[in-house]
Every structure is written in structure tokens, then in C-alpha cells.
């Protein structure tokens, strides 16, 4: 399968301050990614679909403006989370559908958000 | 919308034996896949195995089977002699929309008694 790249795997920001997180796909041209978010014992929630050279499809209740998801190339996600507040603290995973072949998905190592 | 269902939030098994963890899933859909995560304290998301709907046979990985039920849309998972490394979150995934969002069940959190 795919290998996924994902960083950082942790950082810890001020409140008001934003942060990126990307997602590389390594080995696979990838148009689609997924981000989701994983709160502590509970299970991921995708939070959007990210597509290569146009806009991010997101999920219902999730903030546009808050998470910025740009995929500008074929191996490459980021996440910004804008002006960030203490509840955007959680676990954010990225995820690279392959469609062809060996069809799955592969997943980054995720990063750890902590905003103080 | 699709779902997909863990009714079993925590399990555990003795070293050896053999535990099986439920999932459930619902789909109008006739052709698509079903995938078993593994989450071990790392949160690196592991595939454990994966089962195409139009092949009768269940899918089986080493230790790990499946018993796949298509028209009770069910898929649970079968670890044989466990192993102090199964001890995870387990999660059950359905890709819904034509084959691309991941929507995963609510977990199941193996523990493995040695």
C-alpha cells in the first residue's frame, strides 16, 4: 500500500495562533486525502476530503474558515487550523484512499494538537 | 446514511484464546468493501483485513478472520490464540459514497489478560 507522511506528530500552540499540519503521500500519487479528527476514546471523524486542485469537500458542522485543507499537488495535504482555542486540542489523522490495485486506505501517524 | 455499528465498547480475552468483536453496517449499496482497524497505543491506524462483498468466502489474514454475513450486513472479527499485541482499539470501516469516505464504528477496546 501507499506510505503516508505525517507532521508534525505533535505541537503545542497558543491560543489565537495557527498551525499546519501536512500530509505527504510518499509513494503514491494521491487526488484523494482524508482528514479526520479522534477525540480521547472515541472513534475518527472525518472532518473533510481532501481533492487535489480544487476545494475541499467538509463535512457537516465542520468550520470551513476554522480548517483550511489545501491539496495543491498530487503528494501533498495540509491542515491549518486558524486561530486555534483550546477545544481544537485533539488528535488530527490524515488518510490517502487508493483506488486501484491494492484498494485501501493508509493513514499518517496523525498529529497531536495540544493549544494552551 | 451509512452506518456502522460496535455494540461491544470494551472486550477482553485471555492470552491464547479466541475473541470475536461485532460490527454491523448499513448500505443500499450491492459491491463495496469492509475493513478491520487496528489503533494500538501508538494511534497508528493498522489494517487488519479487508473483505470484498462479492466474494462469498471470508477473508482470513493469519490469526485474524472474518465472518461475513451480506444479507444480515454483518462483519465481525475473529483473532485466534491472542497474543499480548492485539490488545488495541479495534475499529470497524465502511467506505460510503461511491467507495471513498471512511466511516468508521465506534470501537471496541480488546484487552488481552496474560
Known amino acids: 500500500g501507499a506510505v503516508v507522511s505525517q507532521h508534525p506528530s505533535w505541537v503545542i500552540c497558543k491560543s489565537g495562533t495557527s498551525v499546519k499540519i501536512e500530509c505527504r503521500s510518499l509513494d503514491f500519487q494521491a487526488t484523494t486525502m482524508f482528514w479526520y479528527r479522534q477525540f480521547p476514546k472515541q472513534s475518527l471523524m472525518l472532518m473533510a476530503t481532501?481533492?487535489?486542485?480544487?476545494?475541499?469537500?467538509?463535512e457537516q458542522g465542520v468550520e470551513k474558515d476554522k480548517f483550511l485543507i489545501n491539496h495543491a499537488s498530487l503528494t501533498l495535504s495540509t491542515l491549518t487550523v486558524t486561530s486555534a482555542h483550546p477545544e481544537d486540542s485533539s488528535f488530527y489523522i490524515c488518510?490517502?484512499?487508493?483506488?486501484?490495485?491494492?484498494?485501501?486506505?493508509?493513514f499518517g501517524s496523525g498529529t497531536r494538537l495540544t493549544v494552551v | 446514511a451509512q452506518t456502522v455499528t460496535q455494540s461491544q465498547p470494551e472486550m477482553s480475552v485471555q492470552e491464547a484464546e479466541t475473541v470475536t468483536l461485532s460490527c454491523t453496517y448499513d448500505?443500499?449499496?450491492?459491491?463495496?468493501?469492509l475493513f478491520w482497524y487496528k489503533q494500538p497505543p501508538s494511534r497508528q491506524m493498522i489494517l487488519v483485513i479487508r473483505?470484498?462483498?462479492?466474494?462469498?468466502q471470508n477473508a482470513t489474514e493469519n490469526r485474524f478472520s472474518v465472518n461475513f454475513q451480506k444479507a444480515a450486513k454483518s462483519f465481525s472479527l475473529k483473532i485466534s490464540d491472542s497474543q499480548l499485541g492485539d490488545a488495541a482499539m479495534y475499529f470497524c470501516a465502511y467506505p460510503s459514497q461511491g467507495a471513498q469516505k471512511l466511516v468508521f464504528g465506534q470501537g471496541t477496546r480488546l484487552t488481552i489478560n496474560p
Open positions: 473483505q470484498e462483498a462479492y466474494k462469498q
Open positions: 448500505t443500499s449499496e450491492s459491491d463495496y468493501y
Open positions: 481532501s481533492n487535489e486542485g480544487s476545494k475541499a469537500t467538509y
Open positions: 488518510s490517502v484512499h487508493q483506488g486501484q490495485g491494492n484498494y485501501g486506505y493508509t
